[in-house]
């Protein structure tokens, strides 16, 4: 039940595109297609945005995306907003009943 | 409204327990998988345990195995975590959450604080 990979730190400026990746093995990740992201920002319960790889909730606007290739999944937030400036984590089912988070990625918005 | 709301956090001393209840409404609870997620101060989210609809199946992060308990009560549409042998490396804001049809966190609660320290 290993943490998935994030890069600790993402930046982009107002209307530019920023991706997150994700990496885990063929055990999580890899695996299945159960893999979401969920936002959070400072002091809030974390928020769905997207689920199984590239689907997005009622009401997630458009800017956000994501995909999967192999291992690593990756979420992308294009036409960067000021309030998309959250910390952002990747989680999948990893087996067994069991779910993994990724270590979390900071977006800021320069 | 549909929200989730979790209490019995505070402080607690190396070796104790706990018990964090999650108040569920304006939803089908029982309808519902259930899960207890925690970050501790300044770190990412932890999946730490989920229980069926009815109960009788549950798991749990190998980091609390043996020490934690998820349960519910679906006539009171609450959700509970019974915490044991409390260490240090506990400390955490324990959020619930609830698991939709694509085995995602779909509505969370605001989190209670869990202090483990002498």
């Known amino acids: 039940q290993s943490a998935l990979t994030q890069p600790p730190s993402a930046s982009g400026s107002p209307g530019q595109s920023v991706t997150i990746s994700c990496t885990g093995t063929s055990s999580d990740v890899g695996g299945y297609k159960y893999v979401s992201w969920y936002q959070q920002h400072p002091g809030k319960a974390p928020k769905l945005i997207i689920y199984e790889v590239s689907k997005r909730p009622s009401g997630v606007p458009e800017r956000f995306s994501g995909s999967k290739s192999g291992n690593t999944a990756s979420l992308t937030v294009s036409g960067l907003q000021a309030e998309d400036e959250a910390d952002y984590y990747c989680r999948s089912y990893a087996g067994s009943s069991t779910w993994v988070f990724g270590g979390g990625t900071k977006l800021t918005v320069l | 409204e549909v929200q989730l709301v979790e209490s019995g956090g505070g402080l607690v001393q190396p070796g104790g327990s706990l018990r964090l209840s999650c108040a569920a409404s304006?939803?089908?609870?029982?309808?519902?998988?259930m899960h207890w997620v925690r970050q501790a101060p300044g770190r990412g989210l932890v999946w730490v345990s989920r229980i069926s609809r009815d109960g009788s199946s549950t798991s749990y992060a190998d980091s609390v195995k043996g020490r934690f308990t998820i349960s519910r009560d679906n006539a009171k549409n609450t959700l509970y975590l019974q915490m044991n042998s409390l260490r240090a490396d506990d400390t955490a804001v324990f959020y619930c959450a609830r698991e939709d049809g694509s085995q995602d966190f779909d509505l969370w609660g605001r989190g209670t604080l869990v202090t483990v320290s002498s």
């Open positions: 304006g939803f089908p609870f029982s309808t519902y998988w």
